[in-house]
């Protein structure tokens, strides 16, 4: 399935393959939208798969928006399709606090 990003209520859902191939144009996107607003929240529920390179990528864009005092939350831990992707890179979006690297 092809990957769009649609905003509802507020809340950015991410629906259908989260790969290499197309993270870095997500978290550019992502990035953009962090200059207009202070904070954002991800959910990445609908999210038919994921690999570890995007959970990367992903985190990069937390630590983008630490350094810029914004605060990007994801939703989806429950999403077993991805939760793969999370135990093969040892990192958890879901718990770790990115904004306390701006302190």
Known sequence: ?????????????????????????????????????????????????????SVFELRALMSYAAKHGKIVTFDGARNKKIQGAFLGSGCDLFSFNYFRLSA
């Open 1 to 53: 399935m092809a990957l769009s990003i649609n905003e509802n209520n507020g809340i950015f859902e991410v629906n259908g393959n989260l790969s290499a191939s197309n993270t870095y144009q997500v978290r550019k996107y992502f990035e953009i939208i962090l200059k207009m607003k202070n904070n954002i929240k991800i959910s990445l529920e609908k999210l038919d798969s994921m690999d570890i390179a």
